[in-house]
Structure formats: C-alpha cells, structure tokens
T-cell receptor, first 115, second 116 residues
C-alpha cells in the first residue's frame, strides 16, 4: 500500500527567508514522488517530480525537493520565499511496484509568506 | 506544457436538476482521466478514474448512478451530477495523464458547483 503524510497543516515564513514544506511517504518499492501547488479557487499545478536519478530535484518557480530514501521523505524547499508563493501545497506518491498507477495525495499544507 | 480545461468554471443549479462538467485535454491525448472532489481547506478526494472507451472505475463510497462519468474520446471526459442536492456542492477538479511513461497529472482549473 502507498501512503503519504504532510505533517503540517500550515507553514508560516517571512518573505526572503528559506521555506520547507514537509512530506513523508510509505511504499513497498521505489516511489514516484510529486509536488503540486494550488492557488485559491484553481486547480493544481505541477511543480516537480522524482522518478529516479539525482536525489535533488529542481522544479518550477525556484522550488526544489530532496528525495531521502533512508528517511522516506521528499521535502519541498525554496531558498527565498515570496509573498506570491502563498498557496496550498500537495505532495503525492505512487508505488509502481505495488501495482498502483494512481497516486495518493497528502492532505495539503497551507504556506503563508508574510511580507 | 500540457493544458487541461474545465467548463464551466462555476455553476449554480437548483436541487433536483442535473449538471454536466466537461474536462478537455487541449494539447495532448489523455488516456486516463481522474475526477476529484475537494472540500474547503481539505485535500483531494478521488471520485473515479476513467480510461478512454471504458467504463469508469469509482472509488468506494462514490455513487456511480449519481456521478456519471463518460470518457468518450482521448481529449474529453464529462462528469454529470444527477439529481443534485445541496450536499453535492463542492469544488470538482479533473486531471489527465498520458500513457507510456508520462508520470505527472495535469489538472484542470476546477468547477465550483453550488446547489441551492
């Protein structure tokens, strides 16, 4: 079975400071991992993914995420937050070895960047 | 990048009527489409998965006779909420994925349904 956890409902950070949005997962094999962002009353936008290869993945809008197999984590990071980064962020996991082709989404983390 | 559109973006209907929501992949062929429902400040709830030309696979607890899904072509899927009730009011989001190695999903902008 595949599962994903976003332990924080909300993350607050000051503009210009680094931000981290946490995600941990559980799969039987090697995971496919994704981050999406959702702005109010909009659909989700794809940010980045990890399938294989380099553990540090760079994505859209200056975001990056690091795949850590030993800690089963895939935290989303950005060196310097912008007020416009304020949105809802979703982590998702898919476990191909488990036979699933449908990803499981986390419950979402609301990121609030203060001016 | 891949674009998915949804229509309408907002709809208000009276209780007992039916509403159809369209989801289109504009620049790629979507072999698989997903329909989600999202409550305020909550995560996505997968309602059903549909593959082009086949019947949709519904998640447990989702009434297939109430939420009719049709995926008639590689670029169009529709969700019809039949005999809508106020509790069906929600934000409905579709997403699409291609086959053969494309891993990420592309999401539509969502449809806000309000049943009065």
């Amino acid at each position: 079975a595949q599962s994903v956890a976003q332990p924080e409902d909300q993350v607050n950070v000051a503009e210009g400071n680094p931000l981290t949005v946490k995600c941990t997962y559980s799969v039987s094999g090697n995971p496919y991992l994704f981050w999406y962002v959702q702005y109010p009353n909009r659909g989700l936008q794809f940010l980045l993914k990890y399938i294989t290869g380099d553990n540090l993945v760079k994505g859209s809008y200056g975001f990056e995420a690091e795949f850590n197999k030993s800690q089963t984590s895939f935290h989303l990071k950005k060196p310097s937050a912008l007020v416009s980064d304020s949105a809802l962020y979703f982590c998702a996991v898919r476990d191909p070895a488990g036979g699933s082709y449908i990803p499981t989404f986390g419950r979402g983390t609301s990121l609030i960047v203060h001016p | 990048g891949a674009v998915v559109s949804q229509h309408p973006s907002r709809v208000i209907c009276k209780s007992g009527t039916s509403v159809k929501i369209e989801c289109r992949s504009l620049d790629f062929q979507a072999t698989t489409m997903f329909w989600y429902r999202q409550f305020p400040k909550q995560s996505l709830m997968l309602m059903a998965t549909s593959n082009e030309g086949s019947k949709a696979t519904y998640e447990q607890g989702v009434e297939k006779d109430k939420f009719l899904i049709n995926h008639a072509s590689l670029t169009l899927s529709t969700l019809t909420v039949t005999s809508a009730h106020p509790e069906d009011s929600s934000f409905y989001i579709c997403s699409a994925r291609t086959s053969g190695g494309a891993y990420e999903q592309y999401f539509g902008p969502g449809t806000r349904l309000t049943v009065t």
